[in-house]
């Protein structure tokens, strides 16, 4: 049976990611269980899994719940601050899901927090807050050379991956890319096509690595472009791709 990816929505901008076929369903980042319960009940669907990205609670807010009630196994980073019974997981591994015959491996990807990981297969990325669509979470534990590390990890992965993230902040995202490059004019028809989704009341998720790598400014610090108009704006002296992204990750948080 075909996998499909549905978006259940929750609190104000979350997305919880369900990966189903016409029988079973995954979860990743449950920070509701409400809106999964509803979700499952109204597709007719069992819940089979649960994937955790990261620690914070819009993320794992309905973990416990979920597992007491359907008593599933979930697949996590080694956090403490995670509570729930989760199968501890590292980079390289893969996480069988077997409702689903699908396969997806585990990818470190700290920087937003110390312990963030992501899931891939060779079409879906699960980034969870390290990427969005035009930008890239918040630097809360990690520090500017590990996030673009995480960044270039990502980078390196191909094109072609759909791109699933934690939140629906792609025109707040869009609105800061295009004060980075004003004159762009990709930047300016990206706007327009996702005004027009987002008035239809769609999700402008998932994006893809293609779109990611051609219009993210966090994604594109080691260009002349990006770090010409970062140096101009912040009047500090960008030397490199580090630099770069921290000040213009700095620029965001106060944008």
Request: aromatic share 10%.
């Amino acid at each position: 049976m075909t996998t499909e990816i549905t978006a259940i929505t929750a609190f104000k901008d979350n997305y919880i990611w369900a990966l189903h076929n016409k029988e079973y369903a995954y979860v990743v980042d449950p920070g509701q269980a409400e809106p999964v319960h509803s979700f499952l009940k109204d597709s007719n669907l069992q819940l089979a899994g649960i994937l955790i990205t990261h620690h914070h609670m819009d993320h794992v807010g309905g973990l416990v719940e979920l597992q007491n009630h359907y008593q599933v196994p979930a697949w996590g980073p080694k956090d403490e601050r995670i509570s729930g019974e989760l199968t501890i997981v590292h980079e390289h591994d893969s996480i069988q899901l077997s409702k689903l015959d699908t396969i997806l491996k585990v990818l470190f990807i700290p920087g937003h927090t110390l312990t963030h990981i992501g899931f891939y297969n060779e079409q879906w990325l699960f980034p969870g807050d390290t990427l969005f669509s035009l930008g890239c979470g918040r630097m809360f534990e990690g520090h500017p050379e590990m996030f673009l590390n995480t960044l270039n990890k990502i980078k390196a992965l191909p094109d072609e991956l759909k791109v699933f993230c934690g939140h629906e902040y792609t025109q707040a995202n869009c609105d800061f890319a295009q004060a980075v490059e004003p004159t762009s004019n990709e930047l300016k028809l990206f706007s327009q096509q996702l005004d027009e989704i987002r008035a239809a009341n769609q999700p402008s998720l998932p994006s893809t690595l293609a779109i990611e790598k051609k219009l993210n400014p966090f994604l594109r610090t080691d260009e002349a472009v990006i770090q010409t108009s970062v140096q101009s704006h912040c009047q500090i002296e960008i030397n490199d791709a580090i630099s770069c992204f921290a000040a213009l990750r700095k620029w965001k948080d106060n944008f």
